[in-house]
Every structure is written in structure tokens, then in C-alpha cells.
């Protein structure tokens, strides 16, 4: 049977310089994590000391280069890493992604000034946050929103609201998508990236309970009146925001693709364990056909899901454009964590849908998978898109 390796063979095959910071997280997550979580998720507790402790690791700045301060790893780092820690939970490297998202948006698209202004910050994790786009009347179709920037003098001033925004409360800088232009036409011209700070005119609204995914906060953010400077608006130049806010989600894709194979892992992982110790009917259930099925099937999900996402990080790498390659990668990986996670439910039977274990949780967890950085309906739908313009008649 073939099962994917374990995390000692993942960090002793790891390229030299990942395997230092793949082991010390590895200790990290056996000593200090796994026996909290399933007490910290049941509670929907924030995870405080362990968010410091991704600080003190320099995860907050795993893909800001070493000329910000940030760890300068690569894609393909970078998601071995998050696989890892989603073996474990999918909050904790919920955290860092949308935080991540916005930095990558400056680094690729900011001013010099605001480079430096921010990045040392985001990369010690000392200015948290994340990527506000989505709203009450706009989700897919990010196109649709309403908040609006106008400019008065050195100031713009925002008006608005957004909803199911990661580290709303705990975060306190935002990459804030806005309208600059209602009536352009196409829409998207009309849109532009702030950073955005927790200030006057900024509030938090209510914290939104959900079905899993505990421990990360989500919540909805207003602006009224919000005065934000000039020199926040990423670029420096209007109509821009759209192009800027998709083009940070690839590495977004690539973090839920990653957290997805962590997830299915996790599930294959307990199934394999447990059919070798129930026993029915005088054996091993992992000795029924029936289960060995499903092993089969789940092992080789998390194989393909694996691939085709060091695969996406790769053309990430290379700097290509990979909205196909980490839409693939997040849209199949998301999938198999799903399917992995039922089959799990379905191998441990009763225990399964015993809170005293992880697999009811892998199973509330994974759907957001299929949710978040957009979903699996638009990610088929740009794969297609790609795919037609790269192969032009
Ligand atoms: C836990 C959580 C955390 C989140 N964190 C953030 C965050 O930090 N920042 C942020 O900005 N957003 C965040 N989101 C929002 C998330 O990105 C959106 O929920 C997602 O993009 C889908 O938007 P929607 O929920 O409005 O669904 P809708 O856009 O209303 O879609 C509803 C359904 O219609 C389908 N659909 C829509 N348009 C099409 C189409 N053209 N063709 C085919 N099918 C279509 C969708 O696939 C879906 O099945 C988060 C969501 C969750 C659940």
C-alpha cells in the first residue's frame, strides 16, 4: 500500500536549507501543538502562544525577502511548511496566508516607499493582517463592490463594509480592495488596493461563528468616514486593485492547495492507523476489501494532490504567470481533502463522529478548503479560461 511519507522522511529528504526549519517545526507541532488543539478548536480559542511562537519561527515573513527582513523562502518552502503544520490544524497556517497575500501585493506592486515602510513590519509579524475583498454583495464576483475610496486633497476617504475577513480582529492592517471609479467600465479598471490601518473610522463588527475552522477569526469590517493617506494606495497609482488582489491570490492558492494535502494526509494518516487496530469479525478491518478501497483511494488523493502542488509552487518560482497551475493545484488538493476527510469518518464508523477524536473536525475543516481564495467552481472556470487562451487555434 502506499502511503505518503512520513514527516521524518519529508524533512530528511528536504533540500538543505528547508530541513533545519522543517525539523524545528515538526518538535514544535509534537511538543507544543497537537495535544491543544483539540481543546483550543472546540472552544473557538484564538491561539495566541502559538501565533508567537510562528512569529519567533519567522513564519509571518516565510515568503518576504531577506532584504525586508523576511525568511525569502520559496513557494515550494513555503508549502512543505504549511502541509506540516495542517497535518495538525488548517487554522494555524490560516494565519499567515491572507498576512502573506497582502505582503506579496507590496512586494510585487508597492512603491519603494512602501516597502520599506511595511514590510520589515509584516515580516516579524509585529503588523499583522490580511487581504479585505470580500463583501455582503460581493464574493466571486469581486467586481461588484461597493466600498468606495474618494480622494479629498492627501487623503482618501472610505466608505463600506466587508465581510469574512481572516484576522479581523486580531490583525490590525488590511489590504483593502475599493472602488476609485464606480462608472468604469470594464469594472475592474475602476479598482484599487489600500493598506489600510486599524484607526478612526475603522470597526470591527461582529465575529462570525462558523461550521469549522475554528481558532482563526473571522469577522466583518466597516468603514465609515475612514481617512486613509495617499501614499497607502498600493502602486501609487489608481484602477489597478483588481489585477494587484488576483495576482497575490496564486500564492494564496498555493497555501490552501498546501493546507489541503496537510489535511488529507492527516485523515489518510489516522484511517491507516485505525484499520490495522479495530477489529470486526476477527480481523483487522484494514484487512476487508471494503477498506482497503478506500486506503487505496485516499493515499493516492494525497500523492496527486502533493504533486500538482509543488508543481504550482514551482511555476510560482519561476515567476510565470500560474492562475492555471495553482488553480489546478488548490481545486483537486481541496477535493481530496474532502473525500479524505468523509472516507476517514467513514472508516473510524462511530468514533469518527466522536469529538474525542480529530477526524470530525478534519471533516468540518475541509470544506472551506473548497471555499476560500475562491471556489471550486472559479477555479475550474479559470483553468479553463488558461488553458483556451494558451492554446490559441
Ligand atoms: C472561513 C472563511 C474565511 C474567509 N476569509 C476571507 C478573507 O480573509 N478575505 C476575503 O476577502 N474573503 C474571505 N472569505 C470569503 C471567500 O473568499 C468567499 O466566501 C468566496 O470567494 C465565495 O464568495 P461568496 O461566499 O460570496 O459566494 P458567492 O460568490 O455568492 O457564490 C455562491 C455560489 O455560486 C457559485 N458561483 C458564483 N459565481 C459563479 C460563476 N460565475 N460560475 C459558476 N459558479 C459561480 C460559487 O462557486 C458558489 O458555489 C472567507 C470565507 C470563509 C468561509
Not at 519567522?58 to 506540516?84: C, Q
Not at 496566508?97 to 512603491?111: K, Q, S, W, Y
Request: glycine share 10%.
Amino acid at each position: 500500500m502506499s502511503v505518503p511519507p512520513s514527516d521524518d522522511a519529508l524533512i530528511s529528504s528536504a533540500a538543505d536549507d528547508e530541513a533545519p526549519i522543517l525539523d524545528a517545526i515538526h518538535k514544535w507541532l509534537e511538543r507544543d501543538v497537537r495535544h491543544r488543539v483539540l481543546e483550543l478548536e472546540h472552544g473557538d480559542v484564538y491561539p495566541t502562544a502559538m501565533i508567537e511562537q510562528m512569529k519567533a519561527f519567522g513564519l509571518f515573513g516565510a515568503t518576504i525577502a531577506p532584504a525586508y527582513g523576511g525568511l525569502g523562502l520559496s513557494a515550494s518552502t513555503y508549502a512543505r511548511i504549511v502541509s506540516l503544520i495542517s497535518e495538525v490544524w488548517i487554522a494555524l497556517p490560516g494565519a499567515f496566508n491572507t498576512h502573506l497575500i497582502m505582503a506579496a501585493t507590496v512586494e510585487r506592486f508597492g512603491t519603494a516607499a512602501q516597502k520599506r515602510q511595511f514590510l520589515p513590519r509584516f515580516a516579524t509579524g509585529e503588523l499583522r493582517g490580511g487581504l479585505a475583498l470580500t463583501e455582503p454583495d460581493g464574493g466571486t464576483d469581486l467586481q461588484a463592490i461597493r466600498t468606495r475610496a474618494v480622494r479629498a486633497g492627501d487623503h482618501y476617504v472610505i466608505n463600506g463594509a466587508k465581510t469574512w475577513i481572516t484576522n479581523a480582529i486580531e490583525g490590525s492592517c488590511f489590504a483593502l480592495l475599493v472602488k476609485t471609479d464606480a462608472q468604469a467600465e470594464p469594472r475592474h479598471r475602476g479598482m484599487s488596493l489600500f493598506l489600510a490601518e486599524k484607526g478612526p473610522g475603522f470597526r470591527v463588527g461582529r465575529k462570525l461563528e462558523k461550521l469549522g475552522y475554528h481558532g482563526s477569526d473571522t469577522a466583518e469590517l466597516f468603514f465609515e468616514e475612514y481617512r486613509v493617506p495617499t501614499d497607502r494606495l498600493i502602486g501609487g497609482e489608481e484602477g489597478h486593485g483588481f489585477a494587484q488582489a488576483m495576482a497575490g491570490l496564486e500564492l494564496g492558492r498555493i497555501n490552501v492547495a498546501a493546507r489541503s494535502v496537510g489535511l488529507a494526509n492527516a485523515a489518510l494518516k489516522d484511517s491507516v492507523r485505525y484499520a490495522q487496530t479495530r477489529r470486526t469479525f476477527g480481523k483487522p478491518i484494514g484487512e476487508h476489501q471494503a477498506i482497503q478501497l478506500k486506503l487505496a483511494e485516499m493515499a493516492t488523493r494525497c500523492e496527486a494532490a502533493r504533486l500538482l502542488t509543488e508543481s504550482a509552487a514551482v511555476a510560482y518560482d519561476r515567476g510565470e504567470r500560474c492562475d492555471m497551475e495553482t488553480g489546478m493545484a488548490k481545486y483537486f488538493a481541496s477535493e481530496a481533502a474532502l473525500a479524505n476527510a468523509e472516507e476517514a469518518l467513514r472508516i473510524h464508523g462511530a468514533a469518527g463522529y466522536s469529538k474525542d477524536l480529530p477526524i470530525e473536525r478534519y471533516y468540518r475543516d475541509a470544506p472551506l478548503l473548497c471555499i476560500g481564495e475562491g471556489t471550486n467552481e472559479i477555479q475550474r472556470i479559470i483553468i479553463a479560461k488558461q488553458l483556451l487562451a494558451r492554446n490559441p487555434v
